[in-house]
């Protein structure tokens, strides 16, 4: 009875998967070329499984193989039980449902004239958050310069028209204001850049190629970095990160997992205008700088040294006969009649050059770390006590800040 059983289900199996073309794995022997005989692999059916278990004089039919196991043709069924988070998914959800009802979507349209001269329209999209509940929405300048039309897309589904507020092509930030009531309006919570560490994890949300709402995760690679403006001047304390940024994440929030913006994801360094891996963001306390004067009196004002500078090199060491790690800003040039002019800070010549060591006792290291500080820290007419290392002498020079030319 056994062995008519056991012939018939492997009949009515192997027929099935021969039709199927079902095949596990095996070994055979067959004829080569001119009659040799060689090993090649060929299918391990089932029904190789159905005659070893009639060997082992295994019942197929079994109770305990029926009720353990999935009928042929069946799925196992999914778990009820909850899916088990770790602690960083579930902050890193957190973070993502707490803000991205803060994080717009901004599709702009208008005209602009091209290379030949001629008018022609223009659509570009790009991302923003909403910092207060007057309606004022931060974004990059790029994203909005030009635009004769900007449309605003909430998380929930709101869409709404939106008036440029303030425009500050240097730090690459904008202000647009969108009329909506207070309480449907969630600002977003600012945090500093200045509190984060190399290796910090961080998250971007914004619209890359039009995603709306998308979380992208990463750390932040390096601080401390400059980036060119789009005016004539650099932005200074920018975040490098390696969280994917693309084209439509300009004007979004990177956050720490507490949900604060660190900074305004802004420009990436590609090749192909696709994320590499070497993202920027404007810093935090540039942007809320900035913000505020744009919504207070629609411009920034920023301060003004009047001079060059370049990162100490080992040409700069060996001209100069510096220590092999002195830290500072060699100064290259002094424009005349500017502030530092006035207050007696020397370009280079073939024996000495300045170097601005620290700025109100604030250590500065790189050119970038001088000019975030000028932009966040100070306002044109503040006075300022500079730390030079001239030669082998240390001086302070108190210099009085003028307003960035134009």
Not at 382 to 401: E, H, K, M
Request: aromatic share 6%.
């Amino acid at each position: 009875m056994n062995n008519q059983f056991g012939n018939m289900i492997r009949s009515v199996i192997v027929a099935a998967f021969l039709l199927a073309g079902g095949f596990i794995g095996g070994t055979v022997l067959f004829d080569g070329v001119a009659g040799e005989t060689v090993m090649r692999e060929r299918p391990f059916f089932v029904e190789d499984a159905v005659n070893q278990a009639t060997a082992q004089n295994i019942r197929l039919d079994a109770p305990e193989i029926e009720n353990n196991a999935p009928a042929f043709g069946t799925f196992q069924q999914q778990s009820s039980s909850p899916v088990l988070l770790s602690s960083i998914e579930e902050t890193m959800i957190g973070v993502y449902e707490n803000v991205s009802p803060s994080v717009v979507s901004i599709s702009v349209a208008g005209t602009a004239t091209s290379l030949n001269g001629f008018e022609e329209e223009f659509g570009s999209s790009g991302s923003g958050f909403v910092i207060d509940q007057q309606g004022h929405i931060v974004t990059n300048f790029h994203v909005v310069d030009g635009a004769d039309e900007i449309v605003v897309n909430f998380l929930d589904g709101t869409i709404v028209r939106a008036e440029v507020t303030g425009l500050d092509p240097d730090s690459d930030i904008a202000v647009i204001r969108v009329d909506l009531p207070a309480e449907r309006l969630k600002p977003a919570t600012f945090g500093s850049e200045k509190d984060l560490v190399i290796g910090q994890a961080v998250v971007a949300i914004g619209s890359p190629f039009q995603q709306r709402w998308t979380m992208t995760s990463g750390i932040v690679s390096a601080l401390d970095r400059d980036i060119r403006g789009l005016g004539q001047y650099s932005v200074g304390s920018v975040v490098q990160t390696d969280a994917p940024i693309n084209p439509g994440n300009s004007g979004g929030p990177l956050l720490n997992l507490a949900g604060e913006v660190v900074g305004v994801n802004s420009q990436i360094l590609s090749e192909n205008r696709v994320n590499s891996g070497i993202g920027f963001a404007v810093p935090s306390t540039l942007v809320q700088r900035v913000a505020t004067d744009l919504i207070a009196e629609g411009r920034v004002d920023y301060s003004y040294l009047g001079i060059t500078g370049q990162e100490i090199s080992i040409e700069v060491i060996e001209a100069y006969g510096l220590a092999n790690n002195q830290r500072g800003i060699p100064v290259t040039s002094v424009l005349n009649g500017s502030p530092a002019d006035r207050a007696g800070l020397l370009g280079p010549d073939e024996n000495r050059v300045d170097i601005i060591t620290a700025i109100d006792g604030t250590p500065i290291t790189s050119f970038a770390a001088l000019i975030g500080y000028l932009a966040e820290q100070t306002r044109p007419g503040d006075t300022v006590n500079l730390t030079v290392l001239r030669g082998d002498d240390l001086i302070d020079l108190p210099l009085t800040l003028g307003n960035r030319p134009n």
